[in-house]
């Protein structure tokens, strides 16, 4: 074994252990690596890799594949040629495959991964809206009566905006204009959400889109934030109705903001505080869709009976969405899912990809603190 191999083996652990120690101490790990180290990482980060007009991220899926193919050949070509060095080289391999994984880790435990140990966003939320309204104990009990009003509430806001949006010839809601003018307009729903939020600005780079989006579609991904360049992905083929919450999903990712029902909450505020009707209306449909999840499993005739009111528009547009990805539904799709349940585990997420569904537990709070206007 090298000293490359020895030393970078050794990252593993130490990763392990500098994220167990983070996870006793989130107070720290928010006031000091989140705000302050890991903020000023990425701003520099993602302006350096913001320079490539294309995703750093979608080259280096192609470069890894490009990388397995070319294993494979070389592999059956030793088979066939010179068999006796196939244990020697397989061996090899596997050394320097573990090695780059260390390494890889380490990097994504200090460039980002950390953030999963901050304290809960409803702790931030208490404590801003503390902050600047004076309130020492404010009560966040929920019953199925608040997730009625959060539902019926969301129902009207958006069959509203609904009415405000451009549409197709299909009557389906098209965006105000192309992807890459939604990625221009992006930032100005996050400087209208810092009083809510401390910390969430910042010069970071702009999302990039992913050509390959059609073939992203395949494993239900509508974006991703790459941690090892700072960028946030968008997959561009997606309904125009899904595109900016989207957008401003992965940015709260890009903040540091790691939990997925949080980046879903803050990329709903950063739509609904959007100046734009197509950023108010895909935050809209965003939380309609979690609230509307989590009322059918607790009271289905109140689902049903306030699902009634929501507009023939927005259901259309409602079950476009549903059409269009029952096209990518399979083997693929299953096996990405199974993938992201796995990597949200081992970052301390027990709940997996079921803590979507927590996201209505932010809007319930932000609503008690806020209420609703």
């Not at 320097?96 to 409803?122: D, H, K, Q, T």
């Not at 549409?167 to 996050?190: E, H, T």
């Not at 989590?294 to 259901?315: N, P, Q, R």
Request: glycine share 4%; proline share 3%.
């Amino acid at each position: 074994m090298s000293k490359f191999n020895f030393f970078s083996l050794l990252l593993f652990p130490l990763s392990i252990l500098i994220n167990y120690l983070a996870s006793k101490f989130p107070y720290f790990i928010e006031k000091y690596y989140s705000n302050l180290v890991n903020k000023f990482l990425i701003q520099i980060l993602s302006k350096i890799t913001g320079i490539f007009p294309f995703s750093l991220y979608e080259l280096s899926v192609y470069c890894i594949i490009i990388s397995i193919i070319l294993f494979i050949f070389y592999t059956l070509f030793i088979i066939f040629k010179t068999p006796k060095l196939l244990i020697k080289f397989l061996k090899s391999c596997i050394l320097n495959v573990f090695s780059i994984l260390s390494i890889a880790y380490f990097l994504f435990i200090v460039l980002w991964g950390l953030n999963y140990n901050r304290p809960v966003l409803e702790d931030t939320l208490l404590k801003t809206h503390t902050l600047y309204n004076d309130k020492k104990t404010i009560s966040l009990e929920y019953n199925k009566e608040d997730l009625k009003s959060l539902y019926k509430y969301l129902i009207t806001k958006t069959n509203q905006t609904r009415n405000l949006t451009l549409v197709d010839n299909n009557n389906i809601m098209k965006a105000n204009s192309d992807f890459k003018n939604i990625i221009n307009r992006s930032k100005l729903g996050y400087d209208n959400i810092s009083d809510k939020i401390p910390g969430i600005n910042g010069n970071f780079a702009k999302p990039k889109y992913v050509i390959s989006s059609k073939i992203m579609c395949y494993s239900g991904i509508t974006g991703i934030y790459f941690p090892f360049t700072g960028e946030a992905n968008i997959n561009i083929a997606i309904p125009d109705i899904n595109i900016p919450s989207t957008v401003l999903h992965e940015m709260a990712h890009q903040r540091g903001f790691a939990n997925e029902d949080e980046a879903n909450f803050i990329g709903y505020l950063a739509c609904i505080n959007h100046p734009d009707i197509d950023f108010n209306y895909s935050g809209y449909i965003l939380a309609l869709t979690y609230t509307s999840s989590a009322l059918k499993k607790i009271d289905f005739e109140s689902y049903k009976s306030l699902t009634s009111t929501i507009s023939k528009d927005v259901i259309n547009d409602l079950k476009n969405n549903s059409e269009f990805w029952s096209k990518y539904e399979g083997k693929i799709n299953n096996l990405s899912n199974k993938f992201n349940n796995s990597y949200l585990k081992a970052n301390g997420v027990k709940e997996g990809t079921q803590s979507y569904g927590k996201m209505v537990n932010l809007l319930l709070t932000y609503y008690k603190l806020y209420n609703y206007n």
